[in-house]
């Protein structure tokens, strides 16, 4: 049976736990903390939009989505994207502005039918409960969307800051790759929580060093705006409606036993749109009319809806696949690619020459790759794929805190230093193998094993001694 050992870690972001894999998805200082400042601050994506009006990035193992949420949310942030309804764009931004009051429920059931005559010509459930700003392809889909407060802009309550908004028409491609589709559902319902929900965390796990980092203060940087998560769900449900078939999935989102780690506006909303696929009776016609009248005039909480959530120009393709096997038959060039697999001793088919050789191949001149990992056995392997190489440095804490590879070398800012490069030179440099892309983890392993206790190359605690001597 499928399991999920989630924590809330010290910035409020959820974090998991891989029984298989023996490791931690995320930092426990902050899983979002962790997302922004490795992988998104580096990017600077400000600058790169100066530049450029399109990007394509890839997001290998994807797990529950931070590197991709956090992606999302700063270009939120910086105004680079922003939320608009597809069906209201040429509208003149005046009646835009004065729509922010208009109710978001149907033209088709007038006030004065209030007293009982609750039907129209209509036979279609959901003519009765959208208005005519709501698009056909979303009509079946999106019933009683209304139910979920987002807190932001959606059908016609779309916000004067937005409709307004300056933000460059930026064509957006991202594509996220994880071997777990259990992971992919998850990522929008994972709520953001405060200091005390905490005491949430009951490890059920043996993971001391879990246990150890999340007695640490709790500071929350970063916040993910709403929007992320809808925009997310939207697309997994409509990209990967097998979500709806997933027994073992909707056993755990509606389990007690997780129900602080979830968003219960969205396991709602979730609901919603599982029972509402089909077709529906006279009964189901009643229920979701006096549904709408309770949310429309008694609930102010959920007044906004997402009906025709949208950003223009983007793309998000989520893909179940070994991402080796998925990059062997992609045929894009990336401009920034994030690297987020276990560690290389972990999964090291993901950190092998062959692996960076493969990304080489698929990343732009003028591009990036980003990882957390500080090894020497990865940066080696990114060296001889033909890379330059350099540190990703965190101001904030005055520490090197992953590795950055590019092809352009005035994209390197932080060099590695004489100490980096003696780590690489030793045995902790040896990279790991996978000639046909094909090998197991344990394999790889073995066999990179056997590489080093047969090298003649100065062992790592020796040159580290060495070193320390020396300096």
């Known amino acids: ?64 989505g931070y590197n991709t949420k956090s992606f999302l949310n700063f270009l939120l942030e910086k105004n680079i994207i922003n939320f608009k309804n597809k069906n209201l764009k040429k509208i003149k931004k005046n009646n835009l502005i004065k729509q922010n009051n208009v109710p978001i429920h149907t033209d088709n ?44 802009l959606y059908s016609n309550n779309i916000s004067k800051e937005n409709s307004t908004s300056k933000a460059q028409n930026n064509k957006i491609f991202l594509k996220a790759i994880d071997t777990d589709a259990k992971l992919f559902y998850f990522s929008p319902f994972f709520r953001q929580g405060l200091e005390e929900d905490k005491k949430y965390n009951s490890i059920d796990f043996n993971y001391e060093k879990i246990n150890k980092l999340l007695q640490g203060n709790f500071e929350q940087k970063y916040k993910l705006k709403n929007d992320v998560n809808l925009f997310i769900f939207k697309n997994i449900i409509a990209k990967m409606s097998e979500i709806f078939e997933d027994i073992e999935f909707e056993q755990i989102l509606t389990s007690k036993r997780y129900s602080a780690f979830f968003d219960k506006k969205f396991i709602a909303l979730f609901k919603l749109f599982k029972n509402n696929r089909g077709k529906y009776g006279l009964l189901t016609r009643v229920k979701a009319f006096l549904h709408n009248i309770y949310y429309r005039y008694i609930s102010n909480r959920y007044k906004k809806a997402l009906n025709a959530l949208c950003l223009d120009d983007f793309i998000f393709e989520p893909e179940v696949e070994d991402a080796r096997i998925s990059l062997i038959n992609d045929k894009n060039i990336y401009n920034l690619i994030f690297l987020d697999a276990f560690t290389p001793a972990k999964c090291p088919a993901l950190w092998s020459l062959e692996f960076f050789k493969l ?61 980096d490069l003696g780590l690489i030179n030793s045995r902790a440099g040896i990279f790991y193998r996978d000639e046909n892309l094909n090998r197991s983890n344990e394999a790889i392993i073995a066999s990179h094993e056997i590489e080093v206790k047969n090298s003649d190359k100065i062992s790592s605690s020796k040159f580290i001694k060495d070193y320390k001597t020396k300096f």
């Open 359 to 419: 990304l080489f191949e698929h990343l732009d001149n003028d591009g990036m790759i980003l990882t957390y990992s500080n090894s020497a056995a990865v940066r080696n392997a990114m060296i001889n794929a033909g890379f330059y190489v350099g540190k990703i440095y965190n101001p904030k804490i005055d520490k090197y805190t992953g590795t950055v590879a590019a092809k352009n070398k005035s994209l390197i800012k932080y060099e590695l230093s004489e100490y």
């Open 109 to 152: 059931i007038e006030n004065n039918q209030y007293n009982g005559e609750i039907h129209s010509n209509n036979t279609n459930y959901t003519d009765k409960i959208y208005g005519n700003n709501i698009s056909e392809e979303f009509r079946m889909q999106n019933t009683h969307e209304d139910a979920i407060n987002n807190g932001a």
């Open 1 to 64: 049976m499928y399991e999920i050992h989630p924590y809330f870690t010290n910035d409020g972001s959820v974090g998991l736990f891989s029984p298989e894999a023996d490791d931690i998805y995320h930092s426990t200082y902050g899983a979002l903390a962790e997302a922004y400042e490795k992988f998104v601050i580096p990017a600077e994506l400000e600058k790169y939009f100066q530049n450029n009006s399109q990007i394509k990035v890839l997001d290998i193992c994807y797990g529950i």
